[in-house]
Every structure is written in C-alpha cells, then in structure tokens.
C-alpha cells in the first residue's frame, strides 16, 4: 500500500489541476482483470467498490473514469 500512496504522490507532486486518486499501476491491474474475466466496465465499478471494502485504501472508480484510463495506458513492452 506504501508503493501505491507513494506513486500518487509522485503522480500529484507540482499538479495544477485537481489531484488524481487512481495510479496506473491500480488501472493496469483493473485492466488486467476485465481483460481475463471479460466483464463490462460497470460489473468492473461494482468489483471496485466490493475490493474497496477489503483494502480501504483503493478507491472505487467510477466505470467512465476506468474506460478513459485505461484506454490511455501504454503496455509494457
């Protein structure tokens, strides 16, 4: 959980607009799971908000804010 805070910190440092609340790392591992279980985003926002309920420190994210992340992810080669 250390990594994740420290990557939005990271992310957020000198940041004029409003802070982000999901890291990549956290989009990549969403991604990774609609991909392998092929679910919509929105079953995906309901996994969020239940994974959220396990670890407090992830966010739930909304289906829309998912789809326009993860669609600007750039895999890893």
């Not at 999901?22 to 799971?33: C, E, K, N, R």
């Not at 985003?41 to 420190?57: C, D, K, M, N, S």
């Not at 994210?61 to 326009?68: F, G, I, P, Q, T």
Request: proline letters at 12%; zero cysteines; charged letters at 30%.
């Amino acid at each position: 959980m250390e990594d994740y805070r420290e990557e939005l910190e990271a992310m957020n440092r000198g940041k004029v607009r409003p802070p982000n609340r999901l890291a990549p790392s956290y989009i990549q591992l969403l991604t990774a799971v609609r991909y392998l279980y092929r679910i919509p985003y929105r079953q995906l926002e309901g996994f969020t908000i239940a994974l959220h309920r396990l670890v407090l420190p992830l966010p739930p994210v909304d289906y829309s804010d998912l789809r326009k992340r993860s669609l600007d992810l750039n895999p890893d080669p």
